[in-house]
């Protein structure tokens, strides 16, 4: 791995690659919201020690909210069908923090698996995720808890930390990172000497809500699917699904028809799991008819269902969906009570 | 690129009405080239499209010995039911498949076999048991017990006629009671209930049951009184699907996706699930 100084600021930094003709995609604001998007101009985008994270994840740049996968048109007896491409241009995704690029080392075991989802596998090819550590943290985050740290390295192509004086460091953790350092170069001095460990980011990393035990929250799960708690814990819970379609790590879709007179594409869209309609059959039947069973199938997917098949967490602790939940419903605070009672 | 969202074209031939509500298509690939390349096995399912109106699972309800078409039965439900439903001999609906696990055929070879079917569920053991009868000197004995609610919600007539006749098939049916009509010379009485008269012998035989969820629990709880063990007993898991390729998320019962873990499942992998479906 290499090691850079940035000898900019981060502004400088985004002009650079946005002059190189790139196409760079960072946190800014859309109305009052925080939220990746292309940028034009380098000071559209938020330095990086203005905002904990952005509201929405960068998962929609691999998996869109809605795009086409199939188009097609029919007259009578005529039917012409066509594959929808996913954009294959190059990406550079900027300042985003640890916890989402660690998400995608996660989602790509669910679209790269026996069959090749290509429409999520070829964004992902053509992005370079150019993260920057954490510098502050609020009540809601919890990565340490899974594994992560604010300045985690996981499935970023780039890490910028800061050192003491405040200058960029760039650690280089991929060819297409080193891609992206070689083209604008000029802005680089590669570091030869140890570089000092940032008290900041242990402070914090100390700072976070204490550690779950994800080991013994699964060992609670494995033996408690049919726990009263379930009801307990989640009676609050609307079903308004904002935690699923804020997360990082949530995958679910939909495939669905849209047609204009004898036009049509076939979608996928964004779903979640706390919705009633997910699981309902035709016949009437559905298996998780009521949202304790919905809710417990949430926590169920991300510390147990995941781990089980592909030995892997589904949950980056970015704390999302605590602070979007309308009800204070917080994934760290029921997995840490429910494994606290002895139901097992 | 590779678009597994992507379906194949294909032609209906040929329509029969099963029942008030059911239909048969047999189709036919459009393009000579995939006609050509497709293979499937008993048990597996695929995503059927009427452009506009979206996707449905149906099982392969024809047997894989039957080269050069599929078929599929379909029970009218819903947005996508309704539209197949209007469709006729010579329009082009979509299919995405074979997709899931299969019937373990192999592992039947030599063995008695009871198939279980109730209503539609007949769909998915009409595969298996053709690719059985066209293999006919590989098995013992075959018994094949079906049932509807009533007569004329029964599937497949002209089969069950030649299942009947064939003197190398053990073949009972039945109706729910009240669902009988003046003529009717088979069985009355709820298929679970039936099968417990029967009392198939488990000595060297798989159960394959398929039906409506509340049928294949009782079948399930029978042919474990009758001395089945679970790893003879065979059935499907229906759970809903869209996309069929363990990505949507939406068959999970477990760890488990029902599209590619399934949907085939022994009763003993069945005890090893959440009972989530
Ligand atoms: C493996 C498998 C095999 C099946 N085989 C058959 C068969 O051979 N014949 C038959 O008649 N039915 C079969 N079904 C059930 C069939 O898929 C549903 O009845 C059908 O999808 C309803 O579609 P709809 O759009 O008309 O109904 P709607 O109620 O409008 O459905 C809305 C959506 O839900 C999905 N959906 C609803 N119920 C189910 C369900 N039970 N299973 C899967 N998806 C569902 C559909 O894909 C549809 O997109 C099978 C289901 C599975 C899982
Ligand atoms: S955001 Fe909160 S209320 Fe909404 S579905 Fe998630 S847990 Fe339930
Ligand atoms: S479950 Fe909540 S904390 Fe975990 S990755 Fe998803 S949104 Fe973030
Ligand atoms: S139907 Fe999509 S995961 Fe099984």
Known sequence: MKIYKLKTGYTEFLGALLQKGK???????????????????????????????????????????????????????????????????????????????????????????????????????NAALI???????????????????????????????????GTYIAYVNSEKGQK??????????????????????????????????????????????????WDEYSSRCLGCGSCAYLCPTCHCFDIVDETKYSQGLRRKNWDACQFPLFTL??????????????????????????????????????????????????????????TKEETA | MNNIYKPYLAKIDEVRQETPDTKTFRLSFTDPEEAEKFSFKAGQFGEYSSFGDGESTFCIASSPTRKGYIECSFKVVGKVTNALKNKDVGDVIGFRGPYGNS???????????????????????????????DLRQEFGRIT?????????????????????ERSDVDFVKT?????????????????????????????????ITCGPPIMIKFVLANLSELGFKPEQVVTTLENRMKCGLGKCGRCNVGKTYVCIDGPVFTARELEALPVDF
């Open chain 1, 23 to 125: 196409n760079v995609i960072a946190p800014r604001f859309a109305g009052r919201t925080l939220l990746f998007g292309k940028i034009d101009k380098a000071e559209e985008a938020v330095l990086p020690e203005k905002y904990i994270n952005t509201v929405r994840s960068a998962k929609e740049f691999m998996f869109p909210v809605t795009e086409a996968v199939v188009e097609f048109s029919f007259r009578n007896k005529d039917v012409k069908i066509h594959d929808a491409h996913p954009e294959e241009d190059e990406k550079l995704i900027v300042g985003l923090r640890p916890c989402d690029a660690a998400a995608f080392t996660i989602t790509d075991d669910i679209f790269n698996y026996e069959y090749k989802d290509e429409f999520y596998l070829t964004r992902r090819r």
């Open chain 1, 131 to 165: 993260t920057f550590a954490c510098e502050s943290i609020d009540e809601a985050c919890f990565c340490t808890s899974v594994g992560l740290k604010p300045d985690s390295i996981q499935g970023s192509d780039i890490l910028f930390k800061k050192n003491s004086a």
């Open chain 1, 180 to 229: 992206v350092i070689d083209s604008v170069k000029e802005l680089f001095e590669e570091v030869i000497e140890v570089v000092e460990d940032i008290p900041l980011y242990r402070d914090l990393e100390n700072k976070m809500r204490s550690p779950l035990d994800t080991v013994k929250i699964k060992e609670w799960l494995d033996k408690n699917f049919e726990s009263p708690l």
């Open chain 1, 281 to 338: 059959h035709a016949s009437g039947h559905n298996p998780r008819e009521v949202q304790s069973k919905r809710y417990r199938q949430r926590v169920m997917h991300k510390f147990k269902y995941y781990s089980d098949r592909f030995n892997k967490t589904l949950c980056t602790g970015c704390g999302r969906c605590v602070r979007s939940c309308p009800v204070n419903l917080d994934i760290y605070q029921v997995v840490s009570e429910l």
């Open chain 2, 103 to 133: 019937f373990p055929i192999e592992d039947m070879r030599g063995k008695n076999l009871i198939f279980v079917g109730g209503g539609i569920g007949l769909a998915p053991l009409r595969s298996l048991i053709w690719n059985c009868l």
């Open chain 2, 144 to 164: 094949i017990l079906y049932g509807a609610r009533s007569v004329s919600d029964l599937c497949y007539k002209d089969e069950l006629k030649e299942w009947e």
């Open chain 2, 175 to 207: 109706v729910d009671p009240g669902g009988e009509t003046s003529d009717w010379d088979g069985k009355i009485g709820f298929v679970p209930t039936v099968l417990k008269e029967l009392a198939p012998e488990p000595e060297n035989t798989v159960a």
